[in-house]
């Protein structure tokens, strides 16, 4: 072939017989598998699972209806038959009918000196087969009559009976509300609480929060006068030492009094108020200090030794250990054998665990999808025989075809997928 031809290799028309000459001496016999060019240029089909893998996968069950088999046990069920029935078969003759008839009952003489020897049991007697049991009571005559029933009639008989099992409740149930509000807190859905308590004010007109006197006279000015002027609380006289003991002592809800006077004598703000120069230290500067841009950013020597000697001083581009591949030292002129070193001109690990199909021969990849000139490629094909039985003008439909689908640029690869579709169809 030519792609093999610029690698130094014979093409394959140098060993073929020159003219004239007899032919090989041996064994001429063809062999039984066509390994051609031409065949192994053909795209075949892709193989099967084979069966002792399939078994294990789980595409083995994807069929609807098929029965699910331990893959360890389906060659053991491969000998059997899949439609056998375990147990043991009845014979033809063990019918209901045989089962369930006594012998010796055929005819009603049998069946009536049968039922003979039964009625002598005691069983017979008190349960008789299909009637009741007979207890010899004797009722009056007018039990016999048609339209006789037992029980007594009702009074009147237009009362239905779902009053008589939900009957109407008739008593009040307010004269017992009061109590269950006392003893359950039981309020109705809405319903105010009423503790009951004596305000001596009518609770239906009487409005909290409106103060003695008019309010709103003078536009409102008289509001702080008539605040000042009424006295919310009576005064009360009592004891100077009940009066002592509640100042001096803890009062529940209130804070203990410590003699400093009322609210209305302390000043509303305490303390000094701040400068407004914003250059005077206040207590937010001395918290958070006045430090510069550069003062807040870490030491230039933090995380490193200060003992001369001990500093691991480095470049942060630099990589420690010795690289795999020394791409940075150049190789022997003549490599020896036992030299194991990649001097970066190796293939990497994809290339090794995944080679190319025609690696074997010195064949890559890009020799097949590479352009090649349109005689070349020709050429590869006819002395591989695919293109025998073609005439020029299919050859050159083919061509142009591979021309089209790869935008100019023709390879091996695409001249023999076009070749393929014209095959197919051919046929």
Partial sequence: LSLTR???????????????????????????????????????????????VRKWRKSNYAEPGQRVVHPGLIDDYSNQDANIKFGKSATESDHVNDVWGNPGM???????????????????????LGRSYVRGHVLPGKTTENDFKFGKASVSSTEAAKPLLYPTVT?????????????????APGEQKQRDYNWKIDMGTHKFGVGVGSQTAMNGA????????AQCEPPRITSKKTEDFKNTHDQLGRVRNLGHGS????????????????????????????????????????????TPGFRNITAESRAFGVPTVRSDIPKYATRSIADNQNYGDDVNAQYLLYPPQFAAMGLEDT???GSLPKEEVISIFRESGCCDGLSEAEIEAVWETAKQDTRGSVSVRAFQAALSDLMEARR
């Fill in 6 to 52: 610029r690698r130094g290799r014979a093409p394959p028309f140098a060993f073929r017989r020159m003219p004239g000459l007899p032919e090989i001496a041996g064994n001429n016999a063809k062999p039984l598998v066509d390994e051609s060019t031409a065949e192994c240029m053909k795209l075949g089909e892709r193989p099967t699972t084979p069966p002792n």
């Fill in 106 to 128: 055929d005819s009603e003489y049998s069946q009536a000196k049968y039922s003979q020897k039964e009625a002598l049991y005691h069983s017979t007697k008190q349960e008789p």
């Fill in 171 to 187: 008593e009040d149930d307010q004269q017992y509300k009061a109590q269950y509000i006392k003893s359950h807190k039981s309020y």
């Fill in 222 to 229: 008289s509001f702080g006068v008539t605040g000042a002027m």
């Fill in 263 to 306: 609210k209305e004598s302390h000043p509303g703000v305490y303390g000094k108020a701040s400068l407004p120069n914003s250059k005077v230290w206040d207590a937010r500067s001395c918290i958070e200090g006045d430090y510069t841009y550069d003062e807040q950013a870490p030491d230039a020597d933090l995380g490193k030794s200060h």
């Fill in 367 to 369: 020799a097949f999808t």
